[in-house]
């Protein structure tokens, strides 16, 4: 039997950014801008206060009028997902319990990163994180920033886990991947975590994505993201390869750097991130806008 939701998160999740005036305080009127867009476009579903959202760097206060934000805004038309991890898992732990969960379908939560935990150790973190939620967990498993990788064992171990939804993988190996997707259980979803891999990922049986790219192209990659689901790969080949550049050159320099180059274009939120933090050089942020020129010719 499927996971409640896991139709409702089948598709294109949105990591949405946090848009920043030039003090570095919060727009609250670009977030709202941005929710309406993904609404409006194509979104399945919005992830809120993940590493696109710079959640390093907000603060607990601010965390919550960001969530109290999105919420007010989407108003119940998309499903949301919040991120909650961290590397001590008792904390994490803490950090759920203290959570109102009104409004939220799910919680992602990246894999412990730099104290580097063996495969038992993160069986027990999200075993635990998974009994004390109230939500459905997603695992993360970026290697990239964690410095580890959850292995197909570890992943199918706690894919057995009533409260755990899915893995959203971006380890952007193709072997690992099928792996799981082969001997995952029915109820369990296996999510894209690389935009630019998402097409041929779908094509080997992964159910989706959570994206960066769709911050500024909910429509395009979103039509792409059913296109691929559907099977009609010749279709979608040629939405993958008009935003193929945009893709790769949105974590040329830094990510959200770079995607909040094209939401400036579009009108939805500035340029400035958070320290440690830096814009994206000038060579690449002609890069980007003359990508984004491109594509919308094509």
Do not use: W
Request: a neutral charge; proline letters at 5%.
């Amino acid at each position: 039997m499927s996971h409640p939701l896991s139709k409702k998160l089948r598709g294109t999740g949105v990591a949405l950014v946090t848009p920043f005036k030039a003090s570095h305080d919060i727009d609250f009127d670009g977030l709202k801008k941005l929710v309406n867009f993904q609404v409006e476009n194509g979104t399945d579903y919005l992830v809120i206060l993940g590493t696109t959202g710079e959640s390093p760097t907000i603060t607990k206060k601010e965390k919550q009028q960001i969530i109290d934000c999105i919420k007010e805004e989407n108003n119940g038309r998309l499903p949301l997902v919040l991120g909650i991890g961290g590397n001590y898992t008792l904390e994490v732990a803490e950090n759920i319990k203290e959570q109102n969960f009104e409004g939220i379908s799910a919680i992602l939560s990246v894999s412990p990163y730099y104290n580097k935990p063996n495969q038992d150790g993160i069986v027990h973190h999200y075993r635990h994180l998974a009994d004390k939620a109230p939500v459905p967990v997603i695992l993360y498993n970026v290697p990239g920033r964690t410095g580890s990788n959850i292995s197909v064992e570890a992943t199918l171990k706690l894919a057995e886990h009533p409260n755990i939804l899915g893995t959203k993988e971006a380890s952007g190996n193709f072997i690992q991947c099928m792996d799981i997707i082969k001997h995952r259980p029915d109820n369990f979803a296996v999510i894209s975590g690389d935009d630019a891999l998402t097409m041929p990922f779908i094509a080997i049986g992964m159910d989706g994505v959570i994206s960066v790219i769709a911050n500024a192209y909910p429509r395009e990659f979103s039509s792409m993201v059913k296109l691929s689901l559907e099977g009609n790969i010749v279709e979608a080949r040629k939405l993958h390869y008009s935003l193929l550049d945009a893709m790769n050159l949105i974590f040329a320099d830094g990510s959200p750097g770079g995607i909040k180059v094209l939401l400036e274009a579009l009108g939805i939120c500035g340029v400035d991130v958070r320290m440690p933090l830096a814009a994206v050089s000038g060579k690449v942020r002609e890069q980007l806008l003359a990508s984004m020129k491109m594509s919308r010719t094509k």
